[in-house]
């Protein structure tokens, strides 16, 4: 059992701009050097990707996230060659595979904490006290090759694509975009090349791993970072155990003198053993982690003279809203909740199987996604706030028939208005 007071996380404070100047969406290095070395090594390492993921489609899906209507031996003959060709490919790129992985590994000490690229045509936004803004969190499910496979998942690059093409749309502009676990590399850079034509900031791979993954979060805004805190946990168990999770804290200038600190997270997933609270534990003790870090960086740019009037929460947080309250780290959980629902009707599962067949109305105590103000760390020397007002899950990512093989997670859209703090 991970006790709630144990040292969970690592953090790194980044200074806008001296820290985190403009790049490119791929630029994931600090050096053209390092850069090239990185390029070669997961170019040699490459086959082992393709190897894994025809490995996967023989152990696990030929077609996740797809109906396969294949007779049974033209299916048994598919898997046979899929696995005899992945694992063929994996042998004999073997030594390839094992230079690439040395390279990637000797140059990740230049890997960048956290990436942002920074589109200087778009405007900075602003939001006056009397105005709303929405924010939006989406777990993507965007899983990497085998992870995708086993998941049940469709193409991440396809339904990057499409996850692209919503988010792009004309009318749809939050306050804040945040995703979580957009892990497959290309799926990432189809998306947060989309998002950098709508919004003047974009932060992603934050913690990236040698071998590719990372803590699968993105931010976009055009509010102004003036300063980003990144946290990696260290608890994490089973497959969590594999990328860097954490979450990005960063501090945004909402209007002259008026600023907000928001943070985009993923928590451990897994549930619980009959009897056991073992991961349920390691949620509340990353839970507990944010927000202590949230304090002690909002203490920090206080003391600097920022004029912080919310912090605020967002992102997948694995647990219940009645477990989160008891945590008593996010406020108003329940009031915002159990009061609000959202009809929703779905041909197919969101998760993948098509089989599955299920209408329900789905309330936002049964979703996993949270978007909340920090318990606690409301300001008293602050002239003003953002007040949590609606909170709404809709179903506008994907096609209406494209269900099946897409996240098991639903966009959650949260309105917030800005208010003087007597207000």
């Known amino acids: 059992m991970t006790p ?6 690592k953090e790194v404070f980044l200074r806008m701009p001296n820290d985190m100047p403009e790049t490119g969406i791929d630029s ?15 170019i040699l390492s490459r086959p082992a990707k393709y190897g894994a993921e025809l490995l996967g489609h023989a152990l696990f899906h030929l077609t996740p996230g797809k109906s396969n209507n294949h007779f049974a ?49 778009i405007l900075q936004k602003t939001l006056k006290v009397g105005e709303e803004t929405t924010f939006s969190s989406y777990n993507t499910g965007l899983m990497c090759g085998l992870f995708s496979n086993v998941n049940q998942t469709r193409n991440p690059e396809e339904r990057s694509r499409e996850i692209a093409s919503k988010y792009g749309e004309k009318d749809r502009t939050y306050g804040v975009a945040s995703f979580q676990e957009v892990l497959d590399k290309k799926a990432r850079s189809i998306l ?27 931010m976009a805004t055009n509010f102004k970072p003036v300063a980003v805190m990144g946290i990696r946990f260290t608890n994490g168990s089973g497959d969590d155990s594999m990328m860097n999770k954490g979450a990005i804290i960063t501090c945004l200038q909402v209007d002259t003198n008026k600023y907000i600190l928001v943070a985009n997270t993923h928590l451990q997933a897994k549930d619980d053993a009959e009897g056991s609270d073992f991961y349920t534990n390691k949620r509340k003790a990353q839970l507990t982690s944010i927000k202590n870090k949230m304090k002690d960086f909002k203490t920090k740019l206080e003391k600097e003279g920022y004029n912080i009037g919310s912090s605020i929460v967002m ?107 007597s207000g």
Not at 28 to 42: M, P, R, V, W
Request: proline content about 2%.
């Open 4 to 9: 709630l007071t144990a040292t969970v996380s």
């Open 28 to 42: 994931e290095y600090h050096s053209t050097l390092t850069a090239i070395i990185g390029k070669i090594g997961d």
């Open 73 to 121: 031996i033209i299916k048994i003959a598919l898997k046979f060659s899929f696995g005899t060709i992945g694992l063929t490919l994996a042998i004999a790129s073997s030594p390839a595979i094992a230079v690439g992985m040395l390279l990637k590994t000797v140059v990740s000490f230049d890997l960048k904490n956290i990436q942002m690229s920074i589109n200087e045509t």
């Open 192 to 218: 947060c090349n989309t998002l950098s034509s709508k919004y003047r900031y974009v932060m992603h791979n934050a913690f990236p791993t040698e071998w590719g993954l990372d803590a699968g979060l993105v």
């Open 315 to 421: 992102g997948d947080l694995n647990m219940s809203s009645e477990a989160v309250k008891a945590t008593g780290n996010l406020d108003s959980v329940n009031d915002i909740r159990d009061s609000s629902f959202y009809d929703l009707e779905h041909e197919n599962s969101t998760w993948g199987s098509e089989t599955i067949n299920w209408n329900k109305n789905v309330s936002l105590g049964e979703s996993l996604d949270y978007c909340h103000p920090v318990d606690g760390l409301r300001s008293e020397a602050s002239d003003f706030t953002l007040k949590h007002t609606k909170e709404v899950v809709e179903d506008f990512v994907t096609p209406d028939t494209a269900h099946s093989g897409s996240s098991d997670h639903l966009p959650l859209l949260t309105t917030f208005k800005a208010l003087s703090f």
